[in-house]
């Protein structure tokens, strides 16, 4: 009765305050600014003629040409179904991982599918520019051979789950500014970043040579430490004193819906770009076992920090994923199934450790304020694991990856398939590929932190535009029309309010004794 009576003043209070804002207003509420608007529509109406004048379907594949038939349908049985699980991972599996904010989880679903498609479409073009062809698809265009004078960028279904994986990275990044920034930020820095990632990964992949089949440092590692830098620049005391920041059971139980998603899906998406054949089986099943393994270390290690000794729903929701990033740049390497057992458990524990002591000295000493955590699932684990990608490339020999492959032609070897600079006519070591790993992981680094600064400084000045108060972080209010309809209470304890205010107005006693026996 007593609650009944405090939800009946304050829903009193929300109604009168509500009245009041709209006849002070005399229209219904907005944003400060529409530049969100205008910006969506500009830039679809650049990436439309874009995609107008340069991309096409790939002759090789999605045109038909003689081999057309045979390339694209092992595309199709190949990587098409890998695509589909990573797709689900983007959109379901991220998506539905950051509802647990008990008043932004419209927002974070609905932000996460804008962010992701406008990811998918400069990645295409960027990625596309560095990549083009003639109007003969086997030649490069520029190339002394090459005849045409027009550009273009060939698209097929590798293209597209190339895509996919560049949008993990913006998302990984949205995660750490979770609820502070406005549609208007996220679409500056979405664009920044697919364009920094795709440079990234090229100097990484072609000009060092570095090998991820997971992508645990180009997309993991990247995006985790890009965000980081720019939720610095943003900083506002208001961030970690929000009470709209924390979790409800029924978010909390829709986040842990996008975490099994996540897990369910993972070794696709870190098999994704492995090597067809034993290369490809053996990213799936490390990942798999380590998955498994830093379920069992993440749930114990949750209720050994924590002082009730249950289990933390935030630690169950992240931590329990952390095996498929640390494994990642390792995935096709002969790791081992033991070895895949004992990284997913240091990275379980490593996640864990990291929820309970290390994300709050980031805000305390550092003032970065992380909204889903992503330096420990994402930040922390990436770089354990991009650093076991270099103990494992210095260690590859041909006694552990070709111990069966007596007689094959040196090109079909597994030890230059996985690593293409240890062949013969490369000339490289495996000390030197390990040097490699290093440096991808270092320039990484320093793409991510340096690109995460000045994107974070071009977000504060977009803010001006759409400037976010206390009120407005974590709120869906401020991205999602008509949320006070949607939260309007039941009519069933509409009634039982109606009911109690009779009682406390009329004082009817048996009006009372029936709602108490009611309730």
């Not at 990275?169 to 549609?183: M, N, Q």
């Not at 089986?281 to 798999?288: K, L, P, S």
Request: proline share 4%.
């Amino acid at each position: 009765l007593i609650l009944l009576d405090s939800l009946l003043q304050e829903g009193s209070q929300k109604q009168t305050e509500s009245g009041a804002e709209n006849m002070s207003n005399g229209r219904v509420k907005t944003m400060r600014s529409s530049s969100h608007i205008y910006a969506i529509i500009f830039l679809q109406i650049i990436i439309v003629v874009l995609f107008a004048l340069f991309v096409r379907y790939d002759p090789k594949t999605a045109q038909r040409s003689p081999n057309s038939v045979k390339g694209g349908d092992g595309q199709m049985k190949d990587t098409y179904p890998i695509f589909q699980d990573v797709h689900v991972m983007i959109f379901l599996g991220f998506g539905f991982l950051m509802t647990f904010l008990k008043k932004y989880g419209l927002s974070a679903v609905s932000l996460n599918l804008m962010c992701s498609a406008l990811a998918i479409e400069v990645f295409t073009l960027v990625y596309g520019f560095f990549h083009l062809h003639c109007e003969n698809p086997e030649l490069e265009f520029g190339s002394p051979s090459c005849p045409s004078a027009w550009p273009y960028i060939d698209v097929n279904v590798v293209t597209i789950i190339s895509a996919d994986f560049a949008t993990a990275a913006v998302l990984i990044s949205f995660g750490v500014v979770l609820g502070v920034t406005s549609p208007l930020q996220l679409i500056v820095m979405t664009v920044i970043e697919t364009i920094i990632f795709v440079v990234n990964e090229i100097i990484g992949r072609d000009f060092i040579g570095a090998v991820d089949a997971g992508d645990t440092i180009f997309v993991h590692m990247f995006g985790a430490y890009f965000g980081l830098a720019v939720v610095r620049v943003l900083y506002n005391p208001e961030h970690s004193k929000s009470d709209k920041e924390g979790s409800s059971y029924s978010s909390d139980l829709f986040s842990m819906v996008g975490t099994i998603f996540l897990w369910m899906f993972w070794p696709s998406f870190n098999g994704g770009a492995a090597a067809s054949g034993d290369a490809q089986q053996r990213a799936v099943i490390n990942t798999y076992y380590s998955l498994c393994s830093c379920v069992l270390a993440a749930f114990a290690f949750s209720a050994l920090v924590t002082p009730s000794k249950k289990f933390n729903t935030e630690h169950l929701q992240n931590a329990t994923l952390a095996g498929g990033v640390a494994v990642g740049a390792c995935a096709d390497m002969m790791l081992t199934p033991g070895g895949s057992l004992f990284i997913g458990s240091l990275a379980g524990i490593l996640s864990v450790c990291g929820f309970q002591y290390i994300q709050p000295t980031l805000l305390k000493t550092f003032k970065i304020h992380d909204s889903c955590g992503v330096h420990n699932l994402h930040g922390m684990p990436g770089l354990f694991g991009g650093l076991l990608s270099v103990l494992l490339a210095g260690i590859a020999s041909p006694g552990s990856y070709d111990k069966f492959s007596e007689g094959m032609d040196e090109k079909d070897k597994s030890l230059t398939e996985i690593f293409p600079a240890l062949a013969l006519e490369a000339g490289g070591s495996a000390p030197g590929q390990a040097l490699s790993q290093l440096a991808a992981i270092i320039v990484t680094l320093v793409f991510a932190i340096v690109g995460g600064l000045l994107t974070g400084f071009i977000m504060l000045l977009v803010g001006k535009m759409e400037r976010m108060e206390g009120k407005d972080f974590y709120n869906d209010d401020w991205n999602i029309d008509e949320m006070e309809a949607k939260e309007e209470m039941p009519e069933e304890l509409q009634g039982l309010m109606e009911d109690w205010k009779n009682i406390k107005f009329n004082g009817n006693p048996e009006t009372r004794n029936n709602l108490v026996e009611f309730i």
